[in-house]
C-alpha cells in the first residue's frame, strides 16, 4: 500500500501563486506515475499534471505554463508549483501515484492510490 498526503492548499488572489505538496509513504518502490488531479465544485475531477519516476514530466492545457510538478525523491515528495493563479483553478487538488508508467493525459481509473485532497480557493 501507498499513503499520499496533500498539503498546502489555501485562499490566494488572482496572479498568485501557491505550492502543493505530496508525501508519499508506504511501498513507494512500486510507483512510477504520480499526478495532481482536481476537482472544482459541481464537476468532474480532471487530470492537471504528472511527473514519472524518470522525470518525464506532462500538462493540461489548461495549466501549461503556469503550473510546474516536481519531485523531490530524498523527501519522497511530490510538488505542484502554481503560478499566476486564476479563479477558475479554484478545485479540490488530488495528488495520486500508479504503479504504471503513464505519459500522457492519464484516466482516474489508470491510477491506483489517492491522497484526500487539499483546497485551493483563488479570488477574484
Known amino acids: 500500500q501507498v499513503q499520499l498526503v496533500e498539503s498546502g492548499g489555501g485562499l490566494v488572489q488572482a496572479g498568485g501563486s501557491l505550492r502543493l505538496s505530496c508525501a508519499a509513504s508506504?511501498?513507494?518502490?512500486?510507483?512510477?506515475?504520480m499526478a495532481w488531479y482536481r476537482q472544482a465544485p459541481e464537476k468532474q475531477r480532471e487530470w492537471v499534471a504528472l511527473?514519472?519516476?524518470?522525470?518525464?514530466?506532462n500538462y493540461a492545457d489548461s495549466v501549461k505554463g503556469r503550473f510546474t510538478i516536481s519531485r523531490d525523491n530524498a523527501k519522497n515528495t511530490v510538488y505542484l508549483q502554481m503560478n499566476s493563479l486564476k479563479p477558475e483553478d479554484t478545485a479540490v487538488y488530488y495528488c495520486?501515484?500508479?504503479?504504471?508508467?503513464?505519459?500522457?493525459?492519464?484516466?482516474?481509473?489508470?491510477?491506483?492510490?489517492w491522497g484526500k485532497g487539499t483546497l485551493v480557493t483563488v479570488s477574484s
Open positions: 508506504g511501498r513507494i518502490f512500486s510507483i512510477n506515475t
Open positions: 495520486a501515484a500508479a504503479r504504471g508508467l503513464l505519459l500522457v493525459r492519464p484516466s482516474e481509473n489508470n491510477m491506483d492510490y
Open positions: 511527473i514519472t519516476s524518470v522525470g518525464i514530466t
